[in-house]
């Protein structure tokens, strides 16, 4: 299979603690998104790389928020001292540079619950 | 308020009912995409419409691009259980971004009863 991965699909962590999910994206595309998902809502963006570099992050990523993809394959998303408002699902989609209707594909997500 | 309103936000209906779902704005896009999410998966792209009036039919999913390009519907014939799930639309270049990023609408959610 081919397709964006995410893990851990599942993760439960008490308040406070730090936690980093992996997306690898389909190994062509160079363009990875980060976006977060609550309950009934539709994604909402949080950051965009272009290879390795790190082009623009949403006002949502607050500074306990950090994304890296260092080789300009796959990325992390870190969460440090979490909180019970970063209960969510957290979706990774990869996408090619150049296609005009930039469609994106997406993983199947890690869902984060803060206890 | 939202760039792009969906309505219903939830529509519970039998099988072989026709139903529709609608994606609004006072914007101008230059495509709309139209995804569906299952719980606990990520969203699936059903289509991409991109020309004004554009008519798009994937099996009993029809798509239509309002003339304007500000609006889109999503009809679905006959549905069936499978057919459940969280209907999103979704467009790119918002706000004059040059990659991609896409906004999506709160969504449908549709539950088809057997």
């Known amino acids: 299979d081919t397709g964006v991965s995410q893990n851990p699909r599942h993760k439960i962590t008490k308040r406070g603690q730090n936690v980093t999910f992996r997306c690898d994206p389909i190994s062509e595309h160079n363009r990875l998104y980060w976006y977060r998902q609550t309950l009934g809502q539709g994604p909402e963006f949080l950051t965009y790389f272009q290879n390795e570099a790190q082009l623009e992050k949403s006002r949502l990523l607050s500074d306990r928020f950090s994304a890296e993809r260092p080789k300009g394959s796959f990325s992390t998303l870190e969460i440090q001292r979490t909180e019970q408002g970063d209960s969510a699902m957290y979706l990774c989609?990869?996408?090619?540079?150049?296609?005009?209707?930039?469609?994106?594909?997406f993983g199947p997500g890690t869902r984060l619950t803060v206890t | 308020t939202q760039l792009l309103e969906q309505s219903p936000q939830f529509l519970s209906i039998q099988e072989g009912e026709n139903l529709t779902v609608y994606c609004n704005s006072s914007?101008?896009?230059?495509?709309l995409q139209w995804y569906r999410q299952e719980p606990g998966e990520g969203p699936v792209l059903l289509v991409t419409?991109?020309?004004?009036?554009e008519v798009k039919k994937l099996k009993r999913l029809t798509f239509q691009f309002g003339d304007a390009r500000k609006d889109s519907s999503l009809h679905i014939t006959a549905a069936q259980p499978g057919d459940t799930g969280l209907y999103l639309c979704?467009?790119?270049?918002?706000?004059?971004?040059?990659?991609?990023?896409?906004?999506f609408g709160q969504g449908t959610i549709l539950t088809v009863h057997p």
């Open positions: 979704a467009v790119n270049n918002a706000g004059g971004t040059s990659y991609g990023k896409l906004t």
């Open positions: 419409v991109v020309t004004g009036g």
């Open positions: 989609a990869s996408s090619l540079e150049g296609r005009e209707t930039y469609e994106q594909y």
């Open positions: 914007s101008v896009f230059s495509s």
